[in-house]
């Protein structure tokens, strides 16, 4: 299994294109072009580190370097200079492809340059996968894929895919009719999100793909130019949109989320705003991969999904933990210290803490974000999703504040919504503070309630499209 390989399945050409700020590239290009030129050879059976900035040419090199090289390193480009030499060594890259913005990695070997355009120069005869056999099962030639996971303390850690576990939520599925498929994310496709709608669009459509510092309002009226029909992007991705004045420009038939916890309010708020789209959100990790994927419209998911019959994946809750097996599970980590992935019986713990109501379990927060305020335990999401609900509030963060009695409090920041075109005018925000703070007292425990609220123009999001959290 090779990923060109699987475009060209139906025979002919791919019809779709990849889209990027400056330029948008047919994919039937690809079948006699290359934006490697003859250096491709260069690449083959090696260990390639990709480090590029732009999206549209990582796009280019993942097409064709599934198949030809034997493992590809994808480096988002928030990686930090101090982590490199590790993953390097880590993961036995020998050689470096980079674009004209990057600068080229020391110690890795052949510095390949790639263009994001396809140069006329650049002939192939055919493109060939590397080892090709006579059966379609044999996959222990697979080209492997090497995801850095997105921690924003710490070195990442190095966590090992084939196509094969990357694309088992959606490769049994046939392709879609040419041009009935137009995807769009916010997420960068060096990262899990990313490259599951990076791979779904390559399966059959086309991709419109974001650019390094490119406004929110400028991707909105790309998206909107390309008539994109499906979009992803984390909550906090989707918040922001709707924040721009600009969301309204699209019309997509499908709005996804993850990589967050989805709440009521987000969840809502994309209903009223794309009333005609089918509104998902999936649960995924790096680790674990693709779940499941929820569409009725409300937080959190059944409790019947546990013991759901033909599901993608066997989720269970261990010690209010939840756990997954899956094809689409990663292989392992990398790296001579490398923690183990999964357990003896093959799940995957996600670290993702889950709570029962009413026959349906809620997303908590992950297990080391816990705030402790006295001995008790407080998952910032969980308050995070009360203040959110009112309807004045467009994004919050909840976070620890010392405490000398308690050792920590809750403090909230909050983001406000705009008024609508109505006309109608926001109270002010010591009536909002007032307001948020009365429903976090209706709804919480006492220990839960935010000590301050405090009104903020905007919050920090991280390049993996999550809030920055000063625990994460």
């Given at each position: 299994?090779?990923?060109?390989?699987?475009?060209?399945?139906?025979?002919?050409?791919?019809?779709?294109?990849?889209?990027?700020?400056?330029?948008?590239?047919?994919?039937?290009?690809?079948?006699?072009?290359?934006?490697?030129?003859?250096?491709?050879?260069?690449?083959?059976?090696?260990?390639?580190?990709?480090?590029?900035?732009?999206?549209?040419?990582?796009?280019?090199?993942?097409?064709?370097?599934?198949?030809?090289?034997?493992?590809?390193?994808?480096?988002?480009?928030?990686?930090?200079?101090?982590?490199?030499g590790a993953v390097i060594r880590d993961a036995g890259a020998n050689v470096s492809v980079r674009d004209a913005a990057t600068p080229p990695a020391e110690g890795v070997g052949v510095d390949v340059c790639v263009g994001a355009q396809l140069a006329a120069a650049d002939a192939l005869a055919t493109r060939s996968a590397s080892h090709q056999t006579e059966t379609e099962t044999e996959t222990?030639?697979?080209?492997?894929?090497?995801?850095?996971?997105?921690?924003?303390?710490?070195?990442?850690?190095?966590?090992?895919?084939?196509?094969?576990?990357?694309?088992?939520?959606?490769?049994?599925?046939?392709?879609?009719a040419p041009g009935t498929l137009i995807w769009s994310t916010f997420y960068d496709i060096r990262r899990y999100g990313g490259l599951q709608i990076f791979l779904r669009a390559m399966h059959g459509g086309s991709l419109v793909l974001s650019s390094a510092g490119e406004p929110v309002t400028d991707f909105l009226a790309r998206m909107a130019a390309a008539h994109v029909t499906h979009v992803s992007g984390t909550p906090s991705h989707w918040r922001r949109a709707l924040m721009s004045g600009m969301a309204g420009k699209i019309a997509p038939r499908y709005v996804r989320m993850s990589g967050e916890i989805?709440?009521?309010?987000?969840?809502?708020?994309?209903?009223?705003?794309?009333?005609?789209?089918?509104?998902?959100?999936?649960?995924?990790?790096t680790e674990a991969g693709l779940a499941?994927?929820?569409?009725?419209?409300?937080?959190?998911?059944?409790?019947?999904?546990?013991?759901a019959a033909g599901a993608r994946a066997e989720i269970r809750v261990a010690a209010g933990t939840l756990e997954v097996r899956s094809a689409g599970n990663a292989l392992c980590y990398l790296g001579g210290a490398a923690p183990t992935l999964k357990r003896a019986d093959g799940f995957v713990d996600t670290g993702d803490r889950l709570e029962l109501r009413a026959g349906r379990y809620h997303f908590m927060g992950r297990s080391g974000g816990v705030i402790n305020v006295g001995g008790l335990k407080v998952h910032p999401e969980e308050i995070e999703a009360v203040i959110n609900a009112h309807r004045w509030v467009q994004m919050s963060l909840v976070r620890a504040r010392r405490s000398p009695?308690?050792?920590?409090?809750?403090?909230?920041?909050?983001?406000?919504?705009?008024?609508a075109d109505s006309g109608e005018a926001r109270p002010a925000a010591e009536v909002l503070k007032e307001e948020i703070m009365a429903s976090c007292r209706q709804a919480l425990a006492p220990h839960k309630v935010p000590a301050t609220v405090r009104i903020v123009p905007a919050l920090a999001v991280s390049e993996a499209g999550k809030l920055l959290r000063p625990n994460a």
């Open positions: 299994m090779w990923l060109w390989g699987s475009m060209m399945a139906r025979g002919d050409l791919p019809a779709g294109s990849l889209q990027g700020r400056a330029a948008s590239i047919p994919l039937a290009d690809l079948a006699h072009a290359s934006v490697f030129g003859a250096r491709i050879e260069e690449l083959r059976d090696r260990v390639v580190l990709l480090r590029m900035q732009d999206q549209l040419a990582a796009a280019l090199a993942l097409i064709e370097l599934d198949g030809v090289a034997r493992r590809m390193v994808l480096c988002p480009p928030d990686l930090a200079d101090e982590h490199l222990e030639t697979e080209t492997e894929w090497v995801l850095l996971t997105s921690g924003t303390t710490g070195a990442p850690k190095l966590v090992l895919h084939t196509l094969a576990t990357l694309t088992s939520g959606f490769a049994a599925q046939p392709p879609p989805a709440d009521q309010a987000i969840l809502d708020s994309l209903k009223a705003m794309y009333p005609q789209a089918a509104v998902a959100h999936a649960f995924a990790s499941f994927e929820v569409g009725d419209g409300l937080a959190g998911f059944p409790a019947s999904l546990l013991a009695i308690t050792g920590a409090v809750v403090s909230a920041e909050v983001v406000l919504a705009e008024p």
